[in-house]
């Protein structure tokens, strides 16, 4: 699969950081619009939280499930982060990355 990166800076420190992995789009059939997501991240005593959802991001910039931040690979019990832009161009960055959750739209 072919391997994207998104990049965010801090808008206090305006450090940049690069978060490397493979788009959603790759990892979803056909176009993101056909589908409502919901994201979400290890809470507590193996109980998940949604973190957020399809509706909060701008599906027409890069979405990402990443395993390196950069330039080192994600170990440990979450190797895994979702980076997306949000509606408003931020990105948001879930780490910790439980699961996520796609649904078709009818």
């Known amino acids: 699969m072919k391997r994207t990166t998104v990049r965010a800076t ?8 690069s978060y490397e992995g493979v788009s959603l789009s790759e990892l979803v059939p056909g176009r993101l619009a056909n589908y409502r997501f919901e994201v979400f ?3 507590w005593a193996f109980r998940d939280e949604r973190a957020l959802s399809s509706e909060d991001l701008n599906l ?3 979405t990402i ?6 330039g080192k690979k994600l170990v440990g019990d979450s190797p895994f982060y979702f980076a997306a832009t ?6 948001i960055v879930i780490k910790r990355l439980a699961h ?7």
């Not at 801090?10 to 950081?17: F, G, I, K, L, S």
């Not at 499930?65 to 950069?70: C, L, P, Q």
């Not at 949000?86 to 990105?91: D, L, M, Q, S």
């Not at 996520?100 to 009818?106: A, N, S, T």
Request: proline share 6%.
């Open 65 to 70: 499930v990443a395993d390196t931040v950069n």
């Open 60 to 62: 027409e910039a890069e």
């Open 10 to 17: 801090d808008p206090v420190t305006h450090v940049t950081t």
């Open 86 to 91: 949000a509606e408003g161009g931020n990105v």
């Open 41 to 43: 991240k290890e809470f």
């Open 100 to 106: 996520i959750k796609v649904i078709p739209l009818r």
